[in-house]
């Protein structure tokens, strides 16, 4: 069974940068037809999209969050990560990673628990 967990700090000071890991297990990121990617959601919001890596480490990121959005991977520990700089309090959110499977349709199939991320001096 696919599993992701996210981990990070839950608490980041405005002007700093983000920093989550998620951690995959079941399956491997490097596996074509998958992506891996990042969505958050503020409390009382919708859920927002960030971005995703690809199997083979191609990157794609939100218009609104492009500028200060950069993921990654790491094959050797079979994690990916999201670095969100420039942090303010409106980046308060969970933030949930989550496999998205590429075919004749997109399907988010498997997501984290999510993680608690709020920015606040």
């Known amino acids: 069974q696919v599993q992701l967990q996210e981990s990070g700090p839950g608490l980041v000071k405005p002007s700093q940068t983000l920093f989550l890991t998620c951690t995959v297990s079941?399956?491997?990121?490097?596996?074509?037809?998958?992506?891996w990617s990042w969505i958050r959601q503020p409390p009382g919001k919708g859920l927002e999209w960030i971005g995703y890596?690809?199997?083979?480490?191609?990157?794609y990121y939100s218009p609104s969050l492009k500028s200060r959005t950069s993921i990654s991977r790491d094959t050797s520990k079979n994690q990916f990560t999201l670095q969100l700089s420039s942090v303010n309090p409106e980046d308060t959110a969970v933030y949930y990673c989550?496999?998205?499977?590429?075919?004749?349709?997109?399907?988010?199939?498997?997501w984290g628990q999510g993680t608690q991320v709020t920015v606040s001096s």
């Open positions: 890596i690809g199997y083979s480490g191609d990157t």
């Open positions: 079941g399956g491997s990121i490097n596996t074509n037809y998958y992506c």
């Open positions: 989550a496999r998205v499977y590429r075919g004749y349709y997109v399907l988010y199939d498997y």
